[in-house]
């Protein structure tokens, strides 16, 4: 029986997530209608928390153990469209890093289910 290695250890684990998470906040910074959600905030706390976030995604060993997401980013405003950008830096970052797209799909389903969390209006209703 073949036991396959977990998304976790075929991305290379914690140091390839670690270098993910770096590049993701350099992309996020850089873009102009992001930058100003991250003023003030004290970035590498806010990087180890998303590395064992993504990392616990993915399959690793420790679970994530910062803020539940809809209290993290309560009262921001973050729209639905600065949602998806941040999505589309993360997903772009993780196919740069070379991860395949199972891997790309679970992460992208995972971020469609965290959104009503984390946006500060509805997802997804017509009116
Ligand atoms: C795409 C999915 C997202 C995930 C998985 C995510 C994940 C996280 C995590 C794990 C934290 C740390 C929570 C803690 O303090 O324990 C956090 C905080 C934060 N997030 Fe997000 N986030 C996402 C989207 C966004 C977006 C779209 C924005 C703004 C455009 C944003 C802005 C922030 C800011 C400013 C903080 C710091 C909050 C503070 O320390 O007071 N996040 N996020």
């Known amino acids: 029986m073949t036991i396959s290695p977990s998304y976790y250890d075929q991305v290379g684990g914690a140091s390839a997530v670690r270098d993910v ?8 910074l850089d873009d102009a209608a992001l930058k100003p959600y991250f003023a003030g905030i ?28 809809a209290e993290a980013h309560r009262g921001m405003g973050i729209t639905a469209d ?20 199972e891997i790309l799909q679970h992460v992208e389903l995972t971020l469609n289910k965290v959104e009503s969390s984390i946006v500060a209006e509805p997802v997804g209703t017509a009116d």
């Open 21 to 28: 998470v770096d590049l993701f906040y350099v992309r996020v």
């Open 42 to 69: 004290d970035m590498p706390r806010l990087k180890r928390h998303m590395v064992v976030l993504l990392c616990s995604v993915l399959g690793g060993p420790d679970p994530y153990e910062g803020r539940d997401l």
């Open 82 to 101: 600065h949602y998806a950008k941040v999505g589309e830096i993360l997903l772009s970052v993780l196919q740069g890093a070379g991860v395949g797209d």
